[in-house]
């Protein structure tokens, strides 16, 4: 439901505010007023292009803002959620600021935003009768929509589209699979020598950094052997050895330690030290063992290095990943061995899928065709009343390849008098004549949640008498469901308002101000009187005004 509209320097309106209701908003006013200035701002605020042509002369930026209540269209909270919005208001406040000299700016619950995010969140919201593009009933995508909620076949619609969404699974695994066994020979041969390759190389994970410590050994070995050695030595080999002498000074300290208490506690810190280093020693000693007893070279060692160095090169910068291209390369091999296997098992999967949905489209086909058989007799037999008796309409079905929706392709065909063929709904050429084939078509499909926007930009045009009433009354009977905003000159149409608003234009010193004022009481009476009577109004017209408010 639209709430409320604020125009600021948009084209002629310097600064207005629309306050709507729920059911028959009813907008009059004279013609030249700035009545359809309102639906340009909506379909500017739906998406469409803005240009600098839209702002005020004299102003540098247009603003338009569009409040919508969205509390029960759960479509549209669930679009604006995924676009990371909050809903818990219920409201939805879109701004369109057009510039001069720069691009226009959106702004979708004061967030800035995009045209492409706009036009997504806002489709289907609301529904602008007219020669705009916002005719959802006129894409011919909807048709099947239509003829579904009419015949309540949408939730068989719905399964067909789920039943397709796993065939189509099934078909690309298998068209895959298909497509990879083309080169499976040539390609069999490849990885299972990728395979062995990796599995004779028997890698560990971290040996590349194992064996990069062990070449670094074995490159200095000779050095870190005389270290290790001559420290031996000077250790515990030599007559004049560090641990021979610290074994003196030990005897030494305990013999004046009993003349002198404090000396004794300084001999045992040199024994202890005696005993860590001679632990110290025995380590060299270990360690220059190893190095004279090693049996490998460093040529092995390096050729192993080249050989992971190579691997990674092909499979992975780690040896870690270098195993995860392994195991892939394994259900590579494994898929190409069992192909035949997987084959027949996806092509029963799919077939049987197919045939279910042939089945299941084709009872959907003749309940669509029974729905739409009744859905035309009741448009055929609602035109007339709207003014278009020699009217036909006609819902053309041709088969088409089993898809998401089915098997039917649908196209609307229209045809104002009855000696001419039925034409696609979008070539009809008269504007107002569209808006009430849209009407009609609207009141006999309307949908059981209501609560979207419908706007008639002069549903009524050239029509008059019992037609515009008839016309009237439809509008009415429509807005029971749906927020109804009504541009008319007909009080046989302006009559029904549950919020009737007039717009009118001054000048006042060379300066252009549009206004609009929800009429009530003698106002609406008089403005009733002004659509039957034009400037001359006479009692007669305003006894009529009263009469048609007391109908």
């Known amino acids: 439901m639209l709430l ?32 359809s200035v309102i639906v340009d701002a909506l379909n500017i605020i739906l998406g469409d292009k ?65 045209i492409s995010l706009l036009s997504r969140i806002t489709q289907g919201l609301v529904d602008i009768f007219s020669q705009h593009e916002h005719q959802s009933l006129l894409r011919d995508e909807n048709h099947l929509k239509i003829v579904d909620d009419f015949g309540q076949t949408s939730a068989e619609t719905q399964n067909i589209k789920e039943s397709y969404q796993d065939y189509m699974s099934i078909k690309n695994e298998l068209d895959d699979l298909v497509q990879s066994q083309k080169d499976k020979i040539e390609k069999e041969d490849y990885i299972k020598y990728q395979l062995s390759e990796i599995d004779g190389a028997e890698l560990i994970p971290g040996e590349d950094e194992k064996l990069e410590e062990e070449k670094l050994r ?29 074994q003196n000074l030990i005897g030494d300290f305990k013999e004046i330690g009993e003349i002198d208490p404090t000396l004794k506690e300084i001999g045992l810190s040199i024994e202890k030290g005696a005993l860590q280093l001679e632990e110290a020693t025995y380590s060299i000693r270990d360690y220059a063992s190893v190095l004279t007893s090693d049996s490998g070279t460093l040529e092995d060692l390096e050729d ?45 999967k799919s077939e049987k899928l197919m045939a279910a949905l042939i089945s299941m489209s084709k009872r959907l086909s003749k309940k669509r065709k029974q729905s739409a058989a009744k859905l035309t007799a009741a448009l055929e037999r609602e035109l007339k009343e709207v003014g278009i008796k020699g009217g036909k309409f006609h819902i053309e079905f041709n088969e088409k390849e089993v898809s998401s929706n089915g098997i039917d392709d649908i196209a609307f065909l229209f045809s104002a008098n009855p000696d001419e063929a039925p034409k696609p709904l979008t070539k009809v050429a008269s504007g107002g004549e569209l808006s009430r084939i849209m009407l009609v078509l609207k009141e006999v499909i309307a949908r059981v949640e209501g609560g979207s926007v419908i706007i008639f930009d002069e549903a009524d045009s050239g029509v008059g008498g019992a037609v515009a009433e008839s016309v009237g009354l439809k509008i009415s009977n429509l807005s029971q469901s749906y927020q109804v905003i009504c541009i008319t000159h007909l009080p046989q149409v302006a009559k029904f308002a549950d919020s009737h608003l007039s717009v009118s234009k001054t000048h006042d010193n060379n300066k252009t101000q549009v206004t609009i004022k929800t009429l009530e009481g003698n106002d609406r009476v008089a403005e009733l009187a002004r659509m039957i009577g034009g400037f001359n109004i006479t009692q007669k017209t305003i006894d009529a005004a009263q009469e048609m408010l007391k109908h």
């Open 304 to 348: 192993r290095i080249h050989l992971i160095n190579t691997l990674k090169r092909k499979y992975g910068d780690s040896i870690s990943e270098i195993i995860n291209r392994r195991d892939e390369i394994k259900k590579e091999v494994d898929n190409i061995e069992h192909f035949d296997e997987q084959v027949k098992l996806l092509t029963e």
């Open 218 to 246: 074995l490159l200095n070995a000779e050095k870190l052997k005389s270290t290790a050695s001559g420290a031996y030595e000077a250790l515990y080999e030599n007559e004049s050895s560090v641990l021979g002498k610290l």
């Open 4 to 35: 409320g509209l604020t125009l600021k320097n948009f084209t002629i309106i310097e600064d207005l505010s629309v306050g709507l209701s729920s059911g028959l908003n009813i907008i009059t006013g004279e013609t030249g007023a700035g009545k």
């Open 50 to 114: 803005a240009s600098a042509d839209n702002i005020k002369s004299g102003a540098e930026e247009a603003h338009i803002e569009a409040l919508f209540d969205i509390s029960r269209d759960e479509v549209i909270k669930e679009r604006l959620e995924s676009a990371g919005f909050e809903t818990s208001s219920g409201e939805l406040l879109i701004k369109r600021v057009i510039q001069r000299n720069s691009r226009s700016r959106v702004f979708i619950n004061g967030s800035l935003s995009t």
